[in-house]
């Protein structure tokens, strides 16, 4: 017997039966004839392992074991999208891309699925890595157990890329979770709460044999690559379907294509009735403009794409007795509200504590303790407040009088104009601050200091071994050591984190010394712009203000900081242990300065591809922007520019260059 051509075909038959039964749903063999197939083939693996394929129809099973989940880099960022929850935000909505783009818009609405965000990548036909979501930039590696999912294909049909990123939401299928948790009441264990939050924590179990005996489903949302040769995100899905994709019903009004803000809103209106229907849990509906070329026009704000937006469904609201108004003092010194509530079921979790923001908050809802309030979880996610049932208050309540003094130190607080918040003013003496600084300097964003977490911060300030941020890299093992749950391994692991920590970049660096304002997008821009802290520290508020998207609110802030003499002692012993306070050029990738500064806006359909186009632009310097102003430098035109963009710039007298023309001035 050829075995080599016999795992082929078995492979080949068990790809179509699983696609057949989990994608089209119409199985066209018994479960026991199936059964045998996958056992010939496994039995054929075994015994000839170097014949196995790592796509093999026998990794649906699970079986490896994954003790840790490797952080990789997406190829094409992760971003979240904006919320709007009114006809009015969809309009607005609307409006801002009527703004921007010339002629017709088609929409498509798509179910918002309540699960766990993957991207999937494919080479060649094959499924080679499944990321989670992460930070948007980076997430975890959890192929092996992506791979026991069975309406995710591991080998694709049809006339497919060569390369491409498909982006998915893992869900638990209402079914399958129910019959788990009434496995798990029969065996006496605890029920999970919710399918999203158990989907979640599933995608992140180590065996995948688990995994695989949980029957996670996929719903396909987004397809991903450097060229796709369809007309719009409508049709590509639709495309995807023909390489073995389940992808979302046009006949079951899972996806549907709408000319108007009427259509829009009677998907939106039809789901919220009918989504207890669906065989899994939504939380909103997606709108997308279709057209790519558009899409490409509106381009991205940092968080989230300017062409879509996320329409949540009305949270549900429950109520309960406020307890007790406490305050917290954050790492700038903010003092929040919390209110402290009689425990209630929403959303499948139990709500103890919920913010109350600040003193106009309060004063706004009228907030007293022992009131009874409704609370609902904003985006569905975080508990808030939204009102008083009034019906029930007692007789004798008196309005809450805002704290005047912190919680921890005692200091007065202050509010200062503009400010919403109350602040406690001692900034070097008050432990939730120095705690905070600290923990938000080791975050993963920042820092990323492994074996270093919050409970092992406040033990060391508590054993006096910290007090700010630089006395983190004079800590010594025999100092380490004596804490509580404190191994040797423990202690090592903590000192190699901080060790490791002083390859970090100077644009986290910046962002973890946790200045006010100073953000992860500000911290890059003042990077890039002063190229060491040096330079950052003797820029007045003037050179700041100077600085793109730098406002009087942020340069008073990094002023006042480097004014202080303490942040500017620790900021010289953290020179001195090692820390990266310059820009590393060595990795810049521009290849000149021709564009310096100059704001380009890109319009229109290119030869070269649009983000090729606009990579180019920041190579050399320049910075893209979606709408055309007088502060515009250049307009690149192509082909089917909107004729409103083009008067624009027209009455403007922008530049305006075509592509080639582009090119001939970089060139020479």
Known sequence: MDFKQRIEDLTEQLNQHNYNYYVLSNSEISDYDFDMLLKELQDLENKYPELASPNSPTKRVGGDITKNFETVAHRFPMLSLSNSYSKEEIEEFDTRIRKLVDGDIEYVCELKYDGVAISITYENGELVRAITRGDGVKGEDVTANVRTIRSIPLKLRGDFLPSFDIRGEIVFPLEAFNRLNKQREEAGESQFANPRNTASGTLKMQDSSVVASRALDCQIYQLYANKINVQGHFEAVKEVENWGFKTPSVKERYIEKVQSIDGIMEFINYWDKNRNKLPFEIDGIVIKVNNYHRQDELGFTAKSPRWAIA???????????????????????????????????????????????????????????????????????????????????????????????????????????????????????????????????????????????????????????????????DLTLEQILPLERMAKKSANNLLKGLAESKKIPFEKVLFALGIRHVGETVAKKLAKHFKSIEALSLADKETLENVDEIGTVIAESIVNYFSNEENKTMIERLKKTGLQFELDESNNTQKSNLLDGKKIVVSGVFEMSRNELKKLIEDHGGKNVSAISKKTDYLIRGENMGPSKLEKAEKLEITMLSEKELLTLLQD
């Not at 979880?377 to 939204?386: A, S």
């Not at 705690?435 to 200091?449: A, D, L, S, W």
């Open 311 to 473: 329409y949540k469904f009305k949270a549900e609201r429950v109520s309960t007795l406020l307890e007790k108004i406490t305050y917290q003092v954050g790492r700038t010194g903010a003092i929040t509200p919390v209110a402290n509530l009689v425990p209630v079921q929403l959303a499948g979790t139990t709500v103890r504590r919920a913010s109350l923001h600040n003193a106009d908050q309060i004063e706004k809802l009228d907030i007293r303790e022992k009131d009874t309030v409704f609370v609902e979880k904003g985006g569905e996610i975080i508990p808030k407040i939204i009102g008083v049932d009034l019906t029930k208050r007692d007789e004798d309540s008196q309005p809450t009088s805002y704290l005047k003094n912190c919680p921890v130190c005692n200091t007065e607080l202050v509010r200062e104009e503009g400010e919403a918040q109350h602040f406690c003013p001692n900034i070097n003496g008050c432990q939730p601050q120095i705690t905070g600084r600290i923990e938000h300097f080791i975050g993963r964003k920042m820092m990323n200091v492994d074996g270093l977490g919050v409970e092992t911060v406040i033990q060391l300030f508590n054993a006096g071994l910290i007090k700010n941020i630089a006395d983190l890299y």
